[in-house]
């Protein structure tokens, strides 16, 4: 570490990734692999019914594409941190790029469910590494006045990747076949090797801290890494597999719980104790860091849980097709580009809390004005509101990221880095389940609710059968009227559960929304190497 390059500001000029080269054109080369691995996660959810019809499986079959793919990324993401100073930044980066490629092109070729499987699982590990080491670099390189600027960049990767994601894949499976949503990331895949082998430097402190490392002999935590893989891979698969099992009336799913939490707690016990832990769980400390964490997560959980929820209420409900749903998500997304980059020049200047409170609150009031949808709605009302929910996405997302590094030493950049992407994937899990849960229950409920005056006992609803009876022509016939009934029943039911789900996020965003206050005061221009309690 060349100490003497460290500024009043704790920020150290000689871990800069960015070299002779403008340290703009580092975030534009080493965002391009993020995007791509980022826009991966939500393109194929849109083809599991091509996948399962061209593999010839069943859709829960399929399902196994996308849960390969999380255990294998979660595992991955917190231990990302260790094989960066291991291996060294920017080869580890370029082996995730060289893996998640060809892994993608084995994806596209696999001609049975076990090699898709086994090549999702690949891209995963492959994948895991790219948000962290991205997030380091851009910390390392830039300053912390800078540092909003740069994650804004960082956060259009982060946020407009899985809005544009639905829209890509339902346009690709639709005009040619589910083989595309991963072929296409190999040329992108190639390009961005180049690129990050040709700009992106390694500096000499980072190179000296790998020599001494080095030096020093790697000790392997293996207990570690196998508790982070038991804890992290058992608990992807339980919240991605629980309501499909129901839950805990499964026994794969007890036993599956049961061994995510013994492991995550061992392995809490185990790091804190240990002198070299694959995961530095001692950030934690920090109390502006952990809130951080906690704040990623909820946002995390509200970006992933809407972004699934939003398109498959306009398939269940209205009747859209995968691409008109993913449309409907791109004014969002718009709004989210045209928000980034005054959000990174506030997070320079500005107090973070005086950002991340009123985005909390923005996000409280758009899910609340999607408490008001109902299933008559047009294409304009549904994108009006994402579009509300989107444009304050920047401002926490930016804050979030440049601010989370403010006190912590500039050595724990990738550890830091690491555990934030833990925060925003497992709340995003959690988001995603949790949705999936109360949408089944809600349904079931409204559905019993809207049942019970239907019958020959209520006037209004013999008057219904006998006028609808005549509009289908049939004297006497209930049948179709009947049908009619029963499927317009089940839209309404299927709105209300929709609407329940998203007056439950509103009320997590508020209950975290006070809590940012607590963090450390001031801009992300400030803060120095030690350590924030």
């Known amino acids: 570490m ?46 599991l019914d091509h996948i399962a019809g061209g593999l010839s499986i069943s859709s829960d079959q399929a399902t196994w594409v996308l849960t390969s ?60 590494g790219l948000a962290p080491v991205e997030q380091s670099m851009l910390a390392d390189t830039f300053p912390p006045r800078l540092r909003g600027m740069a994650f804004a960049a960082f956060a259009i990767v982060v946020v407009v990747g899985p809005v544009l994601g639905p829209t890509l894949g339902g346009y690709i499976t639709e005009v040619s076949s589910w083989h595309w949503v991963f072929l296409i990331n190999v040329p992108i895949g190639v390009i961005s090797l180049f690129l990050v082998d040709l700009f992106v430097d390694e500096p000499k402190a980072i190179k ?47 036993m599956s719980a049961v061994i995510s939490g013994v492991s995550l707690l061992a392995l809490a016990v185990w790091e804190v104790n240990h002198k070299d832990p694959v995961v530095d769980l001692k950030l934690m400390k920090s109390r502006n860091f952990s809130l951080t964490l906690l704040v990623m997560g909820v946002t995390g959980m509200i970006l992933f849980g809407t972004t699934q929820l939003i398109p498959q209420m306009l398939q269940q409900v209205l009747g859209y097709t995968s691409f008109q749903a993913g449309l ?8 989210t580009l045209v928000a980034v980059p005054f959000a990174g020049r506030l997070a320079g200047v500005v107090d973070v809390r005086m950002l991340l409170f009123p985005a909390l609150l923005a996000q409280a009031f758009a899910l609340w004005n999607m408490t008001h949808l109902n299933a008559d709605i047009s294409f304009g009302d549904a994108a009006f509101a994402r579009l509300l929910q989107a444009m304050a996405l920047p401002f926490l997302f930016v804050p979030i990221n440049a601010v989370a590094y403010v006190g912590l030493p500039q050595n724990k950049t990738a550890q830091a880095s690491s555990l934030l992407n833990v925060a925003r994937n497992i709340g995003g899990s959690i988001g995603i389940s949790m949705s999936q849960t109360m949408l089944a229950s809600g349904m079931q409920r409204h559905q019993s609710n809207l049942a019970g005056p239907l019958n020959p006992l209520n006037p209004n609803y013999n008057d219904w059968l006998a006028k609808a009876g005549a509009v289908f022509g049939g004297q006497g016939d209930t049948t179709t009227p009947l049908a009619v009934l029963y499927s317009q029943m089940q839209r309404q039911a299927a709105m209300l559960a929709f609407l329940d789900v998203f007056q439950s996020l509103m009320v997590v965003v508020l209950c975290v929304a006070p809590l940012v206050f607590f963090m450390r005061s001031g801009k992300t221009g400030g803060g120095g190497g030690g350590m924030a309690h």
């Open 69 to 128: 793919y999380l255990v294998a990324n979660a595992i991955v993401i917190p231990i990302s941190g260790w094989l960066s100073d291991v291996i060294g930044r920017k080869r580890y980066f370029m082996i995730s790029i060289a893996l998640f490629t060809l892994s993608s092109l084995m994806c596209g070729l696999a001609p049975n469910l076990s090699t898709l499987v086994i090549a999702r699982v690949l891209q995963g590990i492959g994948g895991g």
């Open 2 to 47: 060349a100490g003497a390059a460290r500024r009043a500001d704790g920020w150290d000029p000689t871990r800069s990734a960015a070299g002779s080269y403008s340290p703009w054109l580092i975030v534009a080369i080493i965002s391009i692999p993020t995007f791509m691995e980022v826009l991966d996660t939500s393109i194929a959810n849109v083809a």
């Open 328 to 335: 409907a998500l791109t004014l969002g997304g718009i709004a």
């Open 208 to 254: 000296d801290d790998h020599a001494a490392l080095l030096k020093r002999g790697i000790r392997i935590d293996y207990i570690g890494v196998i508790l982070i893989a038991l804890g992290l891979g058992f608990f992807e698969i339980t919240l991605d597999r629980g309501e499909r099992e129901d839950w805990f009336s499964s026994n794969f799913i007890v």
